[in-house]
């Protein structure tokens, strides 16, 4: 377990703590860009009403709802659809830094990972720029991560440069590397072309 993880029974038992849930729904594709550049997976994240980027999801309340539970209820606000998300989607739960909260109890963040089919995530896209009550206040738009790179470095590394909620930007990139999503190389390359891009 990294350093900041902990595990999910340890996480629950802190009654002071906050607790958020996020998820990244994502599905295979077979559409090409251009109809040549393999788009290989549409993973949806969000633009914030902050300007920043980051997963669906949000605080959850454990005295009064499962995580899961919980996570539902902030999905069907953002994307205007219900979606059962499951124990076993629960990828890893982490201490947020103190500087990235201004209440005085600790943050806990849980993230998930779910996959979908095609049309589903579809569905989720257009749902939650039409009936999500959130659409337009907390949440400015559903993106989709390109994991290509384009002869000109377009892709990945300019859309990392970006500034992410929290973690949310290695929860990404982990989650590229465990779910088998892009080469390592591939993955290695556009995070040094990033850095070098928000500087
Ligand atoms: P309100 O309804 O305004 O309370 O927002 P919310 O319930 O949707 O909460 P939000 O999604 O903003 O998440 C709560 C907190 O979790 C944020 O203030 C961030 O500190 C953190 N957070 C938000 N998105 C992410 C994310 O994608 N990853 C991680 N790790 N943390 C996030
Ligand atoms: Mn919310
Ligand atoms: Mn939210
Ligand atoms: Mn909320
Ligand atoms: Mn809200």
């Known amino acids: 377990m990294a350093s900041g993880q902990l595990s999910r029974a340890g996480a629950l038992a802190c009654t002071g703590c906050r607790h958020a849930c996020h998820v990244m729904l994502y599905c295979d594709t077979k559409t090409q860009l251009f109809?040549?550049?393999?788009?290989?997976?549409?993973?949806?994240?969000?633009?914030?009403?902050?300007?920043?980027?980051?997963?669906?999801?949000?605080?959850?309340?454990?005295?009064?709802?499962?995580?899961?539970?919980?996570?539902?209820?902030?999905?069907?606000?953002?994307?205007?659809?219900?979606?059962p998300i499951l124990a076993e989607d629960h990828v890893d739960c982490c201490?947020?830094?103190?500087?990235?909260?201004?209440?005085?109890?600790?943050?806990?963040?849980?993230?998930?990972?779910?996959?979908?089919?095609?049309?589903?995530?579809?569905?989720?896209e257009k749902e939650a720029a039409s009936t999500a009550t959130?659409?337009?206040?907390?949440?400015?738009?559903?993106?989709?991560?390109?994991?290509?790179?384009?002869?000109?470095?377009?892709?990945?590394?300019?859309?990392?440069?970006?500034?992410f909620i929290g973690n949310a930007r290695s929860q990404l990139v982990d989650s590229l590397l465990r779910l088998d999503m892009i080469a390592p190389e591939e993955l290695h390359k556009a995070l040094g072309h990033s850095l070098k891009l928000s500087t």
């Open 134 to 163: 959130d659409h337009g206040q907390e949440v400015l738009g559903m993106v989709r991560v390109p994991l290509y790179t384009t002869k000109n470095g377009g892709g990945l590394a300019p859309f990392l440069s970006h500034s």
């Open 35 to 83: 109809g040549r550049i393999p788009i290989r997976h549409i993973i949806l994240m969000q633009m914030r009403f902050d300007g920043l980027l980051g997963f669906p999801g949000g605080y959850v309340t454990p005295s009064e709802e499962t995580l899961e539970a919980g996570l539902s209820r902030e999905l069907l606000e953002e994307l205007g659809v219900a979606l």
């Open 95 to 124: 201490q947020a830094p103190a500087s990235s909260h201004s209440s005085t109890s600790r943050l806990i963040t849980h993230f998930y990972v779910k996959k979908m089919e095609e049309e589903q995530i579809k569905e989720v």
